[in-house]
């Protein structure tokens, strides 16, 4: 795992573990290097690393290493053993790295190499690489909706978006009016980004390839219907409208009809485009026929505007390390949000993979992410949940 979902978009270690006290059989050494990996570019100075380690499911005092001139690092006396793992993260100019998965051998010194770039605030030519919007019926009131997002960065350079006067955000993200109960899931946080639009600007460092992003939210049923136009902000290879089918009625214009899909146990109908320009507008009418009109007339629908951000952590990799630890890479996690953050590492892992089956399996990931998703929108309350007691758990810490 070389990028870090930033966030999501993220997650923080503690949102499922406690701080614990272990003594450990042995011990060994880290010792790693940091490489400028842009042409040209040297290592910022002053750079300080943070080592979280777990054993098993609980969680390991962070410790802190700076690093060296030349890049090298050490973090010694890390308690070893096959129940022990780590990740060493940190933030350079903005951007969030992170190692793979750590672990030591006793009496040994296990080699870290971790790549920076160098960073631009030029844009140059972030486009997404894929956009899917999900929505799926959860109440006669409310639709769930969950968009997949990924952002291709051409070149060797780390791209930090900046507002530019008198220009769009470079990186926005257009949601329907009277969207509301917005919650990063992954590739950003809460504090990345900024309301307003309708939609919302994504201001997080993004390393070179392609970085996913997920997030969800909810649109009102008004009068048991909604309508609304997306036009993606960036220039899209492929963009994707998935809505499930039974009370929903769907009208699209557009986007082509693909005719049935199928994620989970959910039925769906599938419309798309490839090669989408940027601001390209989709129209898009819903419809709940599960309820009489007569019915309809005597509900009240819901609030038509922006919650408050879910304040979600921000570090997803050190959760995966947990859910890693678990064994639940194995199999199919039984927890729908260890699943969900189980999909999350492989999205990751096929981004940066060169096979040539990578980008069929991207998308079988990305669907099975979705259904989970669209079959569990309490997954994204569970993480909100799980982020207010994580940073309740650090306060009391300190």
Same mark, same amino acid.
């Given at each position: 795992?070389?990028?870090?979902?930033?966030?999501?978009?993220?997650?923080?270690?503690?949102? &499922? @573990?406690?701080?614990?006290? =272990?003594?450990?059989?042995?011990?060994?050494?880290?010792?790693?290097? *940091?490489?400028?990996?842009?042409?040209? +570019?040297?290592?910022?100075?002053?750079? =300080?690393?943070?080592?979280?380690?777990?054993?098993?499911?609980?969680?390991?005092?962070?410790?802190?290493?700076?690093?060296?001139?030349?890049?090298?690092? @050490?973090?010694?006396? %890390?308690?070893?053993?096959?129940?022990?793992?780590?990740?060493?993260?940190?933030?350079?100019?903005?951007?969030?790295?992170?190692?793979?998965?750590?672990?030591?051998?006793?009496?040994?010194?296990?080699?870290?190499?971790?790549?920076?770039?160098?960073?631009?605030?030029?844009?140059?030519?972030?486009?997404?690489? +894929?956009?899917?919007? *999900?929505?799926?019926?959860?109440?006669?009131?409310?639709?769930?909706?969950?968009?997949?997002?990924?952002?291709?960065?051409?070149?060797?350079?780390?791209?930090?978006?900046?507002?530019?006067?008198?220009?769009?955000?470079?990186?926005?993200?257009?949601? $329907?009016?009277?969207?509301?109960?917005?919650?990063?899931?992954?590739?950003?946080?809460?504090?990345?980004?900024?309301?307003?639009?309708?939609?919302?600007? %994504?201001?997080?460092?993004?390393?070179?390839?392609?970085?996913?992003? =997920?997030?969800?939210?909810?649109?009102?049923? #008004?009068?048991?219907? =909604?309508?609304?136009?997306?036009? $993606?902000?960036?220039?899209?290879?492929?963009? &994707?409208?998935? @809505?499930?089918?039974? $009370?929903?009625?769907?009208?699209?214009?557009?986007?082509?009809? !693909?005719?049935?899909?199928?994620?989970?146990?959910?039925?769906?109908?599938?419309?798309?485009?490839?090669?989408?320009?940027?601001?390209?507008?989709?129209? /898009?009418? &819903?419809?709940?026929?599960?309820?009489?009109?007569?019915? !309809?007339? *005597?509900?009240?629908?819901?609030?038509?505007?922006?919650?408050?951000?879910?304040?979600?952590?921000? *570090?997803?990799?050190?959760?995966?390390? @947990?859910?890693? !630890?678990?064994?639940?890479?194995?199999?199919?996690?039984?927890?729908?949000?260890?699943?969900? /953050?189980?999909?999350?590492?492989?999205?990751?892992?096929?981004?940066?993979?060169?096979?040539?089956?990578?980008?069929?399996?991207? #998308?079988?990931?990305?669907?099975?992410?979705?259904?989970?998703?669209?079959?569990?929108?309490?997954?994204?309350?569970?993480?909100?949940?799980?982020?207010? +007691?994580?940073?309740?758990?650090?306060?009391?810490?300190?």
């Amino acid at each position: 795992m070389k990028r870090v979902l930033g966030l999501l978009a993220g997650l923080v270690l503690a949102a &499922i @573990v406690g701080v614990v006290s =272990v003594r450990a059989e042995g011990s060994g050494e880290i010792v790693g290097r *940091l490489r400028p990996a842009t042409t040209g +570019s040297a290592l910022p100075s002053g750079l =300080v690393l943070q080592l979280d380690g777990f054993r098993q499911t609980d969680r390991l005092p962070t410790s802190e290493t700076a690093v060296r001139a030349d890049g090298a690092f @050490v973090f010694s006396d %890390v308690a070893a053993g096959a129940e022990y793992a780590y990740l060493i993260s940190f933030e350079s100019e903005g951007v969030r790295y992170s190692s793979d998965i750590v672990q030591v051998a006793a009496g040994e010194a296990t080699a870290v190499e971790i790549d920076v770039f160098a960073v631009t605030d030029t844009d140059p030519g972030i486009r997404f690489q +894929s956009l899917t919007r *999900l929505l799926r019926r959860q109440t006669a009131d409310t639709l769930s909706v969950v968009e997949v997002a990924e952002v291709h960065v051409p070149g060797d350079r780390a791209y930090l978006p900046v507002q530019q006067p008198g220009s769009p955000p470079p990186l926005r993200f257009g949601v $329907p009016d009277g969207a509301f109960n917005l919650q990063p899931v992954a590739g950003f946080g809460p504090g990345d980004a900024v309301i307003g639009g309708p939609g919302f600007a %994504v201001f997080a460092g993004l390393q070179p390839g392609v970085t996913t992003m =997920v997030y969800g939210y909810q649109l009102a049923l #008004d009068g048991g219907t =909604v309508a609304f136009d997306w036009a $993606p902000a960036l220039n899209t290879d492929i963009a &994707i409208l998935l @809505v499930e089918t039974g $009370p929903l009625t769907t009208t699209v214009t557009g986007l082509e009809a !693909r005719g049935d899909d199928a994620f989970g146990g959910t039925r769906v109908l599938r419309w798309q485009k490839n090669g989408v320009a940027a601001r390209q507008s989709f129209g /898009v009418r &819903i419809a709940d026929t599960s309820l009489p009109g007569i019915v !309809r007339t *005597l509900r009240a629908t819901t609030a038509d505007r922006w919650a408050i951000f879910a304040a979600v952590p921000a *570090l997803v990799a050190g959760l995966l390390l @947990v859910i890693w !630890r678990r064994g639940w890479r194995r199999g199919p996690a039984t927890e729908p949000v260890a699943r969900a /953050v189980e999909l999350l590492a492989e999205l990751r892992a096929l981004d940066v993979s060169n096979d040539s089956d990578a980008p069929e399996r991207r #998308d079988a990931t990305k669907q099975a992410l979705l259904a989970l998703l669209e079959r569990r929108p309490d997954v994204l309350g569970d993480l909100r949940r799980s982020g207010r +007691s994580s940073r309740e758990t650090s306060r009391d810490g300190a």
